[in-house]
Every structure is written in structure tokens, then in C-alpha cells.
């Protein structure tokens, strides 16, 4: 990773984990998912407002590290006011870009690019992904679910 | 003669290798001498056989050192006999032993197994698995803020019901050392209730006499204690191995075998089915030879003052919390630093070459009982310095301004 995302990195995660996006235990939502990751403790809930189309808000609290909750801290804000069907996409987008596998390079915001810092510690993958993949398991189990006659 | 401590790390290729390693995570594994790495490469390169098979010479000197690992072990935490040893892959292993093939068919409901909740789960898992299949109850000596066991709970939790007591002689997160031979002593005034100790942060490191100490079962692992990994030990004093079922059945393990029946050898031999992992334990035998040419009552010293100096600097910084304040420890440092993930401390610290643990360390129990979700964690051992502890202070001065 060069300098530059090197930066980048810092700079992002640095900005999400003082002031995280949506940071706060909301009851009252209607919708309550676990992050868990059992190896390092890590334990978040997101707190989703959805219907069957679109998502109108996304919260989140709990404990991890500075990788793991600045990066919730960007799905929040990903996602919040997309459709199930794009949030699903995005969730991919992001979990391909950790994987350094192919992705649409339009889709790269720099908050997601700012993540290419976890290639070089591939110890941290898990600290990067524990909420995105957990939210994409939800959403598919969701629109499956939605889909059944 | 005792190694002296100043060249100690000339023995430990590593750090020839790898010149800027700070290595501060030698609770999770030591590194190894230069003469234990020898011994298994002259294993393989000029003496690899199978024991206790072959009637050529290469056979009978691998079976002869391998056995003579034995005394070796035995004299090392003062054993009366070779034969009370057995080899296993690990503490865990040894564990598992005693929890499936001597505990379980003792249990019976209303009975219960007594451990401290400072144990690592491997110390754990096997006694509470062995529990919920027998309707046993598991008991817990609590831990008090200080991270010292209460021995007072202790004496009120040993029963007449009570089948085994568990305990660590040293934690894994806080250093604490356990008062053995108080503990043992209770017990077996008690109700005469057998102990097992785990020795994995203490063989090798602190002074270890089962006699002395009266401990019914003691097990360890090689690679804690500058051996290679994939071996442990189980010791059994001699008036329960007759009641040690085997563990895994196979060749190695047997007196003779029919189709219906099979007679088994005797302790220690037949808990030893299979091939065993002969490298590993000609290797912890030279691990053996390499700790005896230290001064253990020095080098324990050396290790407690260096992790007193790193709490000293630690302080000094201001932003942290040590997890715990012991009676007795050794050169074990758990902390938090405020408002930074444990994680994110370690991550930090491993881009200036210091090795750290951050996490619940295989204890989730003790921490949950502390109210902390994860630690970073520090230990110490004998090829590590001032200049080392120097070096960890001023990466987490670095630390703090860079998140600050």
C-alpha cells in the first residue's frame, strides 16, 4: 500500500473512530443485528429502520477496535437511504475491495479506498469486515425472506 | 554453571535473525535456544527412527533418548520415577486426560469439580464439558480486584462432593503466582481431594518440586518453556495411574491384541498410542538441559523486576490501567490504555517490531469477572532487557500522541 492510502487510512479511520457515524444504542429501532467476533471480543449492534425497500436509517454501539468501528461507522453512512437491493451491492463492493478482488473502481469512495491499509495486516480483515458481512447475510436472508410468496 | 543472564540472547537465533524483534508475547511461546533447534535438525539429519519397534541400532537410540526424556522431566519438577511421566501434544492434552479417562467415570450427579476463574480455558472447557455430561456441578474460587485468589472461598467451596480440584500456578493475564502449596494442602486436608496444576506459565520458569508440593497431577508444555511446540507432559503421582483409562487407542499402547481384546500397557505407556512426537521430546529434553544451566530462583527474579520497571513506565504515562495488582507475580503485565482498543495497541506497537497479545488471552471468564472486554498483554522472559521495556514505553508515548 503506498503512501498516499497510507495516509488516507489513518486520516479515515482516525475521523470514524473519534466521531462515528450514527454512534448510539437505539431501542427503538426495529430492526437489531449483531456483530460479534468471538477471537478478539469485538461486539456491535446495528440498529436498522427499514421496509421492504428501502433503508431510512442505521445506527450503531458497542466495543472494537479503531478498524472495526470506523469501518460500521462507514457502512452506516453507506447505507443509510439506499435501497436493500443497492445496500446488498455496496456490502459486496466493499467485501471484494478487502478481498483485493476485482470491483467497479466507481464505486470507491475514498472512505472505502482508505480500508486498502488492512492489505498490508491481513491479522485486521476481520476487524474491517465483521459488520459489513454480517449486514449482507441479514439483507439476503431479508429479500429471500420478502420474496417467498 | 548458571548461563549468565547478559548472554543469554546470543543463544536464541531469532534475534540474529531478526535483530529489531522486540518479543514481549512469551506467555503465548518462547522462543528457542540455538541447542534445542540443533538437537531437532540432528534428529532428523542423523538419527530419525520409530521407538520402541525397531531391533537396529538407530531404533534402540531413538527409543533410549526418548525414554531418557523421561528422567529428564522427572527430575526437572522432581518426580519420583521416570514412569509417573507421560507425553502428550500439550497442557491441554494432558488436561483433556485426566478430565476424560480418570475424572468422568468418577462423576456422578451432585458431585462437583472445583477450579479458580482465572483459568486459561484450557483449564476450563474439559472440566466443564465433563461436568454437564455427568450432571456435575463446576465450582468457581473467585478472583479478587487485586487478581489474588480467594482462599477463603476456596475452603468454603471443597466438599465431600467435591471429585478434583483445577488451579493455574501462574495466570496467563495478570502473573499472579498461586499460593500451590496452601491450595493443595487445603484440599487434600479437606477430603483428601486430588489437585491438578497447571504449569504452563511456571515449569521451566519458577522453581517446581510435585514432591514438595504434594500435587497429584501437573501438567506443561515444551513450548512455553523453550521447547519446541506439539509437546506437553502429564505428570500423575504414582497412587492414580492405575486409575487412567487410555486416551486413544492404537499400536504403541499394548500388551497384546486379539480380535475381541486388547490388554493395555501401564501408565504412561498406554496413553502413548501412535507414533509419538519423538523430535518434540528429544527437543524438550535439550530444552530440559538448557533451563538447568539457568538459576531459576535468578532468572524468575529477573523477569518479576523487569515487569516491575515496566509498570513503573507504564504509570509515568498516565493514560493506562494495569489489569490487577497481585501479591506474588512474575513477569506477566496486562493494561489497558484509555479510550484505544487493546488492538489497536498491539497494531500499533507491531509496526515499531514489539510483539504484544491484545485480547481476552484464552480467559473470557476472568475478564468478564473484572469488567473488561480485552487487554493488551506483556511477558517477559530472560533474553528480554531494560532497553526492550525502553522501547515499549516510548512506542506507547508515541502511542498516546498519535491518537490524542
Not at chain 2, 468422568?104 to 450427579?109: Q, T
Not at chain 2, 488451579?167 to 479437606?190: D, F, M, R, Y
Not at chain 2, 499402547?253 to 481384546?261: A, F, P, R, W, Y
Not at chain 2, 507491531?350 to 484464552?362: D, K, L, P, S, T
Amino acid at each position: 500500500v503506498n503512501a498516499d492510502l497510507k495516509a488516507l487510512y489513518t486520516k479515515i479511520v482516525k475521523a470514524h473512530n473519534d466521531a462515528p457515524h450514527h454512534f448510539e444504542k437505539r431501542d427503538d429501532s426495529r430492526y437489531h443485528i449483531k456483530a460479534y467476533n468471538p477471537i478478539c471480543g469485538d461486539r456491535f449492534e446495528l440498529y436498522l429502520n427499514h421496509n421492504s425497500q428501502r433503508i431510512d436509517q442505521a445506527h450503531f454501539y458497542g466495543f472494537g477496535c479503531a478498524i472495526s468501528k470506523a469501518s460500521t461507522s462507514v457502512l452506516t453512512k453507506s447505507i443509510e437511504g439506499k435501497t436493500i437491493e443497492d445496500a446488498i451491492t455496496i456490502c459486496n463492493n466493499f467485501l471484494q475491495f478487502i478481498n483485493q478482488e476485482p470491483v467497479d473502481r466507481l464505486t470507491l469512495t475514498d472512505e472505502f479506498r482508505a480500508f486498502a491499509g488492512v492489505h498490508d495486516f491481513p491479522e485486521r480483515y476481520d476487524c474491517a469486515t465483521l459488520s459489513w458481512v454480517e449486514l449482507k447475510m441479514y439483507l439476503e436472508r431479508h429479500t429471500t425472506q420478502t420474496e417467498r410468496p | 554453571m548458571a548461563l549468565s543472564i547478559d548472554s543469554i540472547k546470543s543463544h536464541f537465533p531469532i534475534f540474529i535473525h531478526r535483530p529489531e524483534l522486540v518479543y514481549l508475547d512469551n506467555a503465548a511461546t518462547s522462543q528457542k535456544p540455538r541447542s534445542v533447534i540443533q538437537t531437532i535438525t540432528d534428529f532428523y539429519e542423523k538419527e530419525n527412527a520409530n521407538v520402541h519397534r525397531g531391533l537396529y541400532e538407530l531404533s534402540a537410540s531413538a527409543t533410549q533418548r526418548y525414554e531418557g526424556v523421561r528422567r529428564k522431566v522427572s527430575e526437572l519438577i522432581g518426580a519420583a520415577a521416570p514412569q509417573s511421566i507421560t507425553f502428550t501434544k500439550g497442557a491441554t492434552e494432558s488436561i483433556n486426560i485426566i478430565a476424560r479417562s480418570f475424572l468422568k467415570k468418577k462423576l456422578k450427579k451432585g458431585d462437583n469439580v472445583v477450579i479458580s476463574a482465572m483459568e486459561h480455558h484450557a483449564n476450563l472447557i474439559p472440566w466443564q464439558q465433563v461436568c454437564s455430561q455427568c450432571d456435575a456441578e463446576l465450582r468457581v474460587i473467585p478472583v479478587n480486584r487485586d487478581g489474588d485468589l480467594s482462599l477463603g472461598q476456596a475452603d468454603l467451596l471443597l466438599d465431600k462432593d467435591t471429585k478434583l480440584l483445577a488451579v493455574t500456578h501462574i495466570s496467563n493475564v495478570l502473573g499472579t503466582i498461586n499460593p500451590i502449596e496452601e491450595i493443595i494442602s487445603l484440599a487434600h486436608k479437606k477430603k483428601n481431594i486430588p489437585v491438578l496444576i497447571d504449569g504452563a506459565q511456571s515449569v521451566g520458569h519458577i522453581p517446581m518440586n510435585v514432591k514438595e508440593t504434594d500435587l497429584d497431577f501437573l501438567v506443561f508444555s515444551a513450548h512455553k518453556m523453550f521447547g519446541p511446540l506439539g509437546t506437553g507432559v502429564l505428570y500423575c503421582k504414582e497412587e492414580f495411574t492405575l486409575q487412567i483409562d487410555p486416551y486413544s487407542f492404537g499400536g504403541g499402547s499394548i500388551k497384546n491384541v486379539d480380535l475381541e481384546h486388547t490388554e493395555f500397557l501401564d501408565y504412561p505407556h498406554h496413553l502413548e498410542a501412535g507414533t509419538p512426537n519423538i523430535p518434540g521430546v528429544i527437543g524438550l529434553g535439550a530444552a530440559i538441559d538448557f533451563v538447568n544451566g539457568l538459576d531459576l530462583d535468578e532468572t524468575a527474579t529477573y523477569t518479576k523486576n523487569l515487569s516491575i520497571y515496566f509498570k513503573e513506565g507504564l504509570r509515568s504515562l498516565g493514560n493506562i490501567k494495569v489489569t490487577g495488582n497481585p501479591m506474588n507475580f512474575n513477569g506477566i503485565v496486562s493494561f489497558e490504555v484509555e479510550n484505544i482498543h487493546p488492538h489497536d495497541v498491539a497494531g500499533f506497537l507491531a509496526n515499531e517490531n514489539i510483539a504484544v497479545r491484545a485480547g481476552h488471552h484464552c480467559a473470557q471468564p476472568l475478564l468478564e469477572s473484572m469488567g473488561i472486554p480485552a487487554t493488551v498483554r506483556v511477558s517477559f522472559s530472560i533474553y528480554n532487557t531494560k532497553d526492550d521495556v525502553d522501547k515499549a514505553i516510548a512506542a506507547l508515548t508515541g502511542l498516546k500522541r498519535f491518537w490524542s
